[in-house]
Structure formats: C-alpha cells, structure tokens
C-alpha cells in the first residue's frame, strides 16, 4: 500500500457513482479536487460530514473545485444517502477498498473502521493537502476550503 505525499498527482483508478455512472480519475484533471474517505454512509460522523460539505457546498463551486465522497458502500446506498440529505456531490463506490489502499488511507480504532480522510488536489491533479481526523468529521470543511483558497 503505497502512500500519497503533498506533490503527488491524483491516482489512476474508475469507479461507480451513485447514478452507476463508471467515473475516470483522470477525467477530473483540471480543476481543484476535494476528495473525501469516509467509512460509512448515513452514520452519525458521516452524516454530519457530508452535510456540511453540502452547506458549504456553494463556496467549494466559487473556488471551481469538486466535491467528491468516497468510501466502501454501493451506488445504491450513496445514492439513497445523497437523496436524503439532498447531497449535491458525487459519492463514489469503492467496494473492496481498493482506491481507499492507493490513495494509502489508514484505518482507525486499530484498523477495525475505515479511515476519514480528505485530500486536496489542485488543477493540475497534484496533492497540496491531507487532513486525517476520524473524530472531527466537520473540521474536514475549513480545512480543505482554506488550501483551496491559497490556489486561488
């Protein structure tokens, strides 16, 4: 499991959203990426995550960035999470965890619950930024708005 490191570019890797739609990492190359591990969708931590994702949503646009939520549930759970609370980001499926070991995400509570991990990536796809806390699940907006707003 290799790590990614500040200068790295954005991994190789498709997966499903929550419409089934097959989504190329490299097709995001040119904007600044928000890209988000969490470890489950509709918990209470990732919850409160995704919603203020979604509250500050608006702002992440202004800066021209993507949103964009990761973790191991299917399309189908992403998108009955999206729906219900009106999520306006795409959530991508990463059953098995593959992209979650590329992008070298750590786990928690001695590696029994995925990780939460936001990266940020600037337009030319490399990685200006890494914020890993498993229990400041909303801390994750501020942080990642403010490196954005460094690139501007």
């Known amino acids: 499991m290799s790590k990614l490191k500040l200068g790295d570019s954005i991994p190789s890797f498709e997966l499903k959203d929550q419409e089934e739609n097959l989504i190329n990492s490299n097709s995001l190359k040119g904007k600044p990426l928000v890209i988000y591990f969490y470890p489950k969708d509709d918990t209470p931590g990732c919850t409160a995550q995704a919603c203020s994702f979604r509250d500050n949503y608006e702002e992440f646009e202004e ?5 964009i939520g990761i973790s191991g549930d299917s399309p189908k759970s992403h998108l009955k999470f999206a729906q219900k609370h009106r999520l306006p980001f ?10 979650r070991k590329q992008f070298g995400v750590p786990g928690s509570l001695f590696g029994m619950l995925p990780g939460r991990v936001t990266y940020v990536f600037d337009n030319k796809g490399s990685l200006i930024h890494i914020f890993n806390s498993q229990l400041k699940a909303k801390a994750h907006i501020p942080e990642a708005l403010r490196q954005l707003q460094k690139t501007v």
Not at 63 to 67: R, T
Not at 90 to 99: A, E, Q, R, T, W
């Open 90 to 99: 795409m959530l991508l499926s990463d059953v098995g965890n593959k992209v």
């Open 63 to 67: 800066l021209g960035a993507l949103v």
